[in-house]
């Protein structure tokens, strides 16, 4: 999965001044991609690749319930600064909500976006805009990025932001 968050000023246009700080910030995230995976791509590949020419840093992150960290424990860290347990998103080990770059970014009044190639409400991107005890909440994580004020929403999982008959969405939420 490929995770871009896009944020800039609202009403940004490309042909004004350049300021001093930055005005957009793109965080891309290759989930589950580690630095065995990029170095392996340099050597089958013989040369640097595009994405060394825009690589800024990585991130190491670890779970307060496991040595193996999964994508929500990961993600709510790179969101928000904050350690927390596998499957949470947005909240920590206690459940207390975690405020996230994105959210504090729209504070500041930027317009923000999430664009993935995977389902809006898988764990990584919903870690950034949404805050449940269980990663398998994806109708509760659908209705809080909506809810939650993201300007731009673009990936998979169409029908987590349909409508539902009540015994349609309980069937849905138990089975994952």
Do not use: Y
């Amino acid at each position: 999965m490929l995770l871009a968050l896009v944020f800039a000023p609202a009403g940004a246009h490309a042909a004004t001044p350049r300021p001093a700080r930055p005005t957009h910030v793109v965080l891309m995230i290759a989930d589950g991609c580690g630095t065995a995976s990029v170095d392996l791509g340099r050597m089958v590949g013989g040369a640097p690749l595009a994405l060394d020419e825009i690589l800024v840093g990585s991130v190491a992150t670890a779970s307060t319930s496991s040595r193996i960290t999964d994508s929500a424990a990961g993600a709510t860290a790179m969101a928000s600064g904050v350690k927390t347990a596998n499957r949470m998103v947005g909240v920590d080990p206690s459940g207390r909500r975690l405020p996230t770059v994105l959210e504090r970014a729209r504070e500041r009044g930027m317009a923000t976006g999430l664009v993935v190639k995977s389902t809006m409400t898988d764990a990584t991107p919903a870690c950034f805009a949404a805050h449940v005890m269980g990663r398998g909440a994806q109708d509760t994580i659908a209705v809080q990025e909506i809810d939650g004020g993201v300007d731009l929403l673009l990936g998979g999982g169409r029908d987590w932001f349909l409508p539902l008959s009540r015994a349609a969405a309980c069937a849905r939420t138990a089975s994952t």
